[in-house]
């Protein structure tokens, strides 16, 4: 056996190397694989993001570019928002913070590469509080440039429910569903020269 002092920072920074290297190589497998099965489903990809933004992460964005280039996903999600996008009275919580702070990092990444990302991205700050009059603030105050919004829509249910999926249908959601369906969102649209759209092709 072998016998050293004043190695042991250099073994560590190697072996951290060796396990970096190990777990991107998972990532990449398992994003891989959804990603096939999704188009052997039939759906088009047309962008790239992960569920609670996971794909920004410092261990996944070199991978998640990968991902898009292997499989020519042309657009990937980067959720860089503003605190100043918060809806009125209330504070900018700190994981719309984190993620925000993470997307920035991570987008000289993406832009160094072939995938494109939307100029802005809005949403993160208005989660839970996307009213009507919120909306109407968030949609005043677009920068030009292709903006992508995050929005949660949905059901809650007549009878409370348990289960892995219960924090999806909820009051806030349906608040949510009726303001993007009611009329003021359309008219907000046509007032200050916004146009729908999906990812350019």
Known sequence: FCLSR????????QFQMRTDAMLKEEIYREMAAQT???????????HLDGHQHVHIFPAVIEV?????????????????????TAAPGHPADSE?????????????????????????????YLKGRLTAANLQSTLAGL???????????????????????????????????????GGAFRNALHEYGIVLTPFPR
């Open 96 to 124: 719309a913070g984190l993620f925000s702070a993470l997307a920035a990092a991570a987008r000289p990444r993406v832009a160094a590469s072939t995938v494109r990302a939307p100029d802005h991205f809005r949403g993160l």
């Open 6 to 13: 004043g190695l042991g920072d250099v073994y560590k920074r």
């Open 143 to 181: 920068p030009d440039g292709l903006t992508e919004l995050m929005v949660h829509p949905g059901r809650a249910p007549a009878v409370a429910q348990g289960g892995p999926f219960s924090a999806f249908s909820t009051r806030d959601r349906e608040t949510e569903l009726m303001t993007l369906m």
């Open 64 to 84: 998640a570019v990968r991902i898009a280039k292997t499989f020519g996903i042309p657009w990937m999600r980067i959720p860089a928002d503003a605190p100043e």
């Open 36 to 46: 096939e099965a999704l188009l052997k489903a039939g759906f088009p990809v047309t």
